[in-house]
């Protein structure tokens, strides 16, 4: 594995990923009874977006200034979904204190969010970013962090005791058969847990394509499912990621309401050239 986060940590892909996120916890969040909430691909969890505690200097242009950063000026106009993510990011800086610019990567900002009833397990597979993942988990509880490939931990963890999860499938995609692989792993998934709410991360890009996950969520082969997508710029633009999307399968009631109007608003705030939008699309109905 060569891909490291942090090189990208904050920026539109993250803003769009961790706002459908904490719409999707706050969706499960409805019911009283718990859930597991997996994370099969956690990375070190947090990030310092100044590079200050890696001790580095970043040789490539940092994205945060393209993505948070231009919500920190102009995410007032934005609704509560992205006032809710400006103010969880704003709460974990707080918590970190020092100096920096503290981030919080999926497994901080849901692990802040987990009631009595809930319980998270995050995965990562490389030692150096598994090492810092269990640092950033020390001040959560009803987590736990396992050094082991996520893909399989969907089988060791699903179904869980609650009969309820939120799984998050979230790979960098430097593999050739990645989209495969999701789309394994999810109808592995369903099958040992038919209602579970499984949410997968891609990028837009040309060398990825639509992916076979994404073609392959039709009726009466998976459950109701939609994918909301942001794109910071048109197909000419010349930018190898231009966009990136979220599948839900499973998605908790009504949410599409929610989080489709805060997508076209991102596809204008954080534009990067002509021809960047925002959407959400339903494949299954419901």
Request: net charge neutral.
């Amino acid at each position: 594995m060569n891909y490291r986060h942090h090189y990208h940590a904050g920026n539109f892909a993250d803003v769009a990923k961790h706002l459908v996120l904490l719409a999707l916890v706050d969706g499960m969040q409805r019911k009283e009874k718990g859930f597991l909430y997996l994370d099969t691909h956690a990375g070190r969890g947090a990030y310092d977006l100044m590079g200050a505690a890696r001790g580095d200097v970043l040789a490539r242009r940092p994205e945060w200034p393209d993505g948070w950063g231009r919500l920190t000026k102009d995410g007032k106009t934005g609704g509560v979904l992205v006032q809710r993510y400006l103010a969880a990011v704003s709460e974990f800086a707080e918590s970190m204190g020092g100096d920096g610019k503290p981030y919080p990567g999926s497994p901080a900002l849901v692990a802040a969010r987990l009631r009595e009833q809930d319980r998270a397990v995050f995965c990562e597979r490389h030692p150096e970013e598994y090492g810092a993942l269990v640092t950033t988990l020390l001040g959560f509880r009803r987590t736990r962090a396992e050094e082991r490939d996520g893909y399989e931990a969907m089988q060791g963890n699903l179904p869980p005791k609650e009969r309820r999860a939120l799984v998050l499938i979230d790979p960098p995609y430097e593999q050739s058969d990645e989209s495969e692989r999701v789309t394994a792993a999810l109808r592995d998934g369903l099958r040992r847990l038919p209602g579970g709410t499984f949410a997968v991360w891609y990028p837009i890009t040309e060398r990825v394509g639509v992916p076979a996950f994404v073609r392959a969520a039709e009726p009466g082969h998976f459950p109701p499912t939609w994918k909301a997508e942001l794109t910071i710029a048109g197909p000419e633009s010349g930018l190898k990621m231009r966009g990136a999307g979220v599948m839900v399968v499973n998605p908790p009631w009504q949410l599409d309401a929610q989080v489709k109007p805060v997508m076209v608003w991102l596809g204008e705030q954080l534009q990067q050239a002509p021809g960047s939008g925002g959407e959400l699309h339903w494949l299954v109905p419901e």
